[in-house]
């Protein structure tokens, strides 16, 4: 048997063996003078000193982004892959109401990769507990032979662009669940935060930097606030940290037109994009099929 090899097998590069390819995001003149103009002394020198100890020791910090929600075309998803530009997006998109609309609208991207978000995205907790669609006591194999079908549904929609990655709602998923999903036939995971038990089959890449206070305003927090996030991610990774391998994941929410995260998620796409040590990875490096 040809053992599949990780996603951090697959993906650890040094800046020496594989220097990332420069994007600049013509769309985004409007947030490229903030970034030029920095001087190390903006909101953004933080990580600019970051990076460059990365280039430093002839290393490339590794990036990917992930937006979730999508279901239709909207003037909001035009915006965010206006401001992706040449940047790889990947969008988790929910299956029950995703629209053949949205798929002709992505079908001529070739920087858009398909996520599955879920099934319906519906809650089936009990308040108080915590929102949850996969999970609240249902059955699990019920719930793994739904997200099947629905992982199906996605592959006829999307096509090529689709990987079967599944983006749990809320990005919670129950425990008994997870083993099941290699069956049901998907190579990847995606939640939030720290990794789960490694499931053999079933690639595990999070996203760890949310513009968004989900808990208070609902509105994007400061951008000094997120740098330093971001930031202590960078750093745990260049220090070795365990657990601490795997790319850094920036997770949007384009439906909540939200000008501020907008604008944060333009000006990181355009430094990262510009910086020798830096690489947004295309979420079809991360999980190839």
Do not use: Y
Request: glycine content about 6%.
């Amino acid at each position: 048997m040809i053992r599949r090899r990780s996603v951090l097998e697959r993906t650890a590069v040094s800046a020496a063996s594989n220097q990332p390819v420069r994007r600049r995001l013509s769309a985004l003149s409007l947030s490229a003078p903030c970034i030029a103009s920095s001087g190390r002394t903006s909101i953004w020198a933080p990580l600019e000193v970051e990076l460059d100890l990365w280039a430093a020791e002839g290393r490339t910090a590794r990036f990917w982004w992930r937006d979730d929600d999508a279901v239709e075309p909207t003037a909001a998803l035009d915006r965010l892959l206006q401001t992706a530009g040449d940047t790889p997006v990947a969008l988790a998109i929910i299956p029950d109401r995703a629209t053949e609309g949205l798929a002709r609208r992505l079908a001529t991207s070739t920087t858009v990769s398909v996520l599955q978000h879920g099934i319906a995205h519906l809650n089936h907790a009990v308040p108080p507990a915590k929102k949850i669609e996969l999970g609240a006591g249902q059955a699990t194999a019920t719930m793994a032979e739904a997200l099947a079908a629905a992982r199906r549904r996605m592959a006829a929609l999307f096509g090529a662009q689709f990987r079967p990655v599944l983006v749990p709602p809320w990005n919670r998923i129950a425990d008994e669940l997870v083993p099941l999903l290699p069956d049901a036939g998907f190579v990847g995971l995606s939640t939030a935060g720290t990794h789960r038990a490694a499931v053999p089959g079933l690639d595990q890449v999070n996203s760890h930097v949310d513009p968004i206070d989900w808990h208070g305003t609902r509105r994007c927090r400061p951008a000094r606030d997120i740098v330093a996030e971001t930031v202590r991610h960078l750093s745990a990774r260049r220090q070795g940290a365990p657990g601490c391998e795997a790319p850094v994941g920036i997770l949007t929410h384009h439906l909540l037109d939200d000008v501020a995260a907008e604008r944060f998620a333009a000006e990181l796409a355009v430094l990262v994009g510009n910086h020798p040590a830096a690489n947004w990875l295309d979420a079809r490096e991360i999980w190839p099929v």
